[in-house]
């Protein structure tokens, strides 16, 4: 079977493919909000997760032809975190950048502030489309001059007019600015970790005990991790009795960090890579962490890069601490999960739009089986099937195709091809195809195949809404990595060690 074998190193995934996506025009167009009708929402979940309901929330006021309430962030949830909206975000920015898109104003005037109570809050269904927005909300609105749209999460649906999802991502790549102070230290933190190695690896490790007590997962620790985690799993009075088994089986449980390690050290990220983790307390604290730092020495946090008197300002606040981590990892050369959260798929979706900088996702349910056999197989033979495992979960642009996935993980409407981006891949491989690639800050070189058109292409769509894809929403391309060349000896002791322990 013909293929074109070309050699890139995954970190020049960015320097290349990122002439093959420019962002399209998002002169959305003038929009007047009526001045009688008033919409607010109460953001749900974690800094993520609320700005994905903030984004949606502009579209829906624009839908609605309302003026929308700057949104009130979520100060009831797991995290206990009393920020308001301009405590995290530029709020006069966001206002005066979506000003002729539509009007957004700080607080409800004095009049419907009164009146504002339960009786005005309504809660629509997830992906609820512009039609429905119109049965459902619209009358209301018309009605009482004031709506408050509540637990405001994934609310809107996944596919909209073209205008309406460069909207989309006007708000969230462009009105959505941090506040200076945020801004500035996240910027420091990416500052230090540059002084360290020109190039790194940003991981966003989810592994905190109301994460794990969420999944519904089993890590091993016995009857004191089932009593923690079951007494914090109660906290959720909705959540249905799990089978630890078949969540992992399904791949819905986040790698632990020695999973983690083992996974990048296959795809060949050598020991003298510079790691940054960006986490909440991790459960089993530094026990759990060690296998992670022993396969990566170079290993840095928020803590280590920041003294206590920089990061004050912050530490009592999860979603500020959350945003600095979501600065430092937007700015790495290579992001990797450890689950495919919110955070995840919002920075991979920024990822894109700003250049197409590499995401690697787990594919977890395949990996699984790796993890539990890992014992019965040498190093090398581990290190292949993870490479064979993560085709198509490597970050590279046709993973999906347009139209395909959430639209905040795959904002494909706002991005267009560069006209000459073929001719300029082309005269880049060539390039590199002439002269070694070098390993810079332990980041591996990889082999990266064109497909022909014949070749079988890896289904897995679990990690997807399962309302919004068919069966065969997977990619038309993927790149293989079958020649890959890590820069990993075969005969590593720890590596071995690892996978016999």
């Known amino acids: 079977m013909s293929r074109l074998k070309v050699t890139a190193q995954i970190y020049g995934l960015q320097s290349s493919l990122s002439f093959t996506m420019v962002a399209a025009s998002l002169a959305v167009g003038s929009h007047d909000s009526h001045s009688k009708r008033y919409l607010t929402i109460a953001a749900s979940g974690g800094l993520n997760q609320q700005r994905t309901g903030i984004t949606d929330a502009v579209v829906v006021a624009r839908m609605l032809n309302a003026t929308l309430v700057v949104p009130k962030l979520d100060q009831k949830s797991f995290w206990k975190d009393k920020s308001n909206f301009g405590d995290i975000f530029d709020v006069d920015w966001f206002i005066s950048f979506l000003s002729k898109d539509v009007v957004i104003v700080k607080e409800l005037p004095e009049k419907f502030q009164k009146v504002v109570g339960r009786s005005h809050g309504m809660r629509v269904p997830r992906k609820c489309t512009q039609h429905c927005y119109e049965n459902r909300v619209l009358p209301v609105l018309l009605k009482r001059h004031v709506v408050e749209l509540t637990k405001f999460d994934y609310r809107l649906a996944n596919k909209l007019d073209t205008d309406l999802q460069k909207l989309r991502c006007k708000v969230n790549y462009h009105a959505l600015q941090f506040t200076n102070s945020i801004s500035e230290m996240g910027q420091k933190l990416v500052d230090r970790m540059k002084k360290r190695s020109r190039r790194f690896l940003a991981l966003h490790l989810r592994f905190e005990p109301d994460m794990l007590a969420f999944s519904g997962c089993y890590y091993g620790g016995g009857d004191k991790e089932r009593r923690e985690l079951g007494a914090i799993r109660k906290r959720w009075k909705t959540l249905h009795i799990s089978s630890p088994d078949k969540e992992r089986r399904h791949g819905k449980c986040p790698l632990t960090p020695q999973e983690v390690g083992l996974m990048l050290r296959a795809l060949g990220f050598g020991s003298d890579l510079h790691l940054y983790v960006a986490s909440g307390e991790v459960y089993g604290g530094e026990e759990t962490l060690a296998p992670l730092k022993a396969l990566f020495p170079n290993f840095y946090t928020k803590d280590t890069l920041a003294s206590k008197e920089e990061l004050e300002p912050f530490s009592s606040y999860s979603s500020r601490m959350a945003a600095l981590d979501y600065i430092v990892c937007d700015q790495s050369d290579v992001f990797v999960t450890n689950n495919n959260g919110n955070m995840a798929r919002m920075l991979a979706g920024r990822r894109r739009y700003f250049g197409h900088k ?57 991005i267009c091809e560069h006209p000459d981006a073929r001719e300029r891949i082309e005269a880049i491989l060539q390039h590199q195809s002439k002269s070694k690639s070098k390993n810079v800050g332990g980041l591996p070189t990889q082999n990266v195949e064109a497909h022909t058109e014949d070749e079988s292409v890896v289904d ?10 068919d069966d065969n929403s997977q990619t038309q391309q993927r790149a293989g990595h079958e020649d890959y060349n890590p820069f990993i000896k075969t005969d590593e002791p720890e590596l071995e060690e690892m996978l016999s322990d």
């Open 460 to 469: 897995d769509t679990d990690w997807l809404e399962k309302d919004e894809f």
């Open 358 to 414: 590499p995401t690697i996702r787990p594919n977890a349910k395949k990996l699984n089986s790796l993890f539990l056999n890992r014992r019965n197989m040498t190093w090398d033979a581990f290190a292949s099937r993870v490479r064979a495992c993560q085709k198509g979960f490597m970050g590279e642009p046709n993973e999906v195709r347009p139209g395909r996935g959430e639209f905040h993980e795959y904002p494909f409407a706002c």
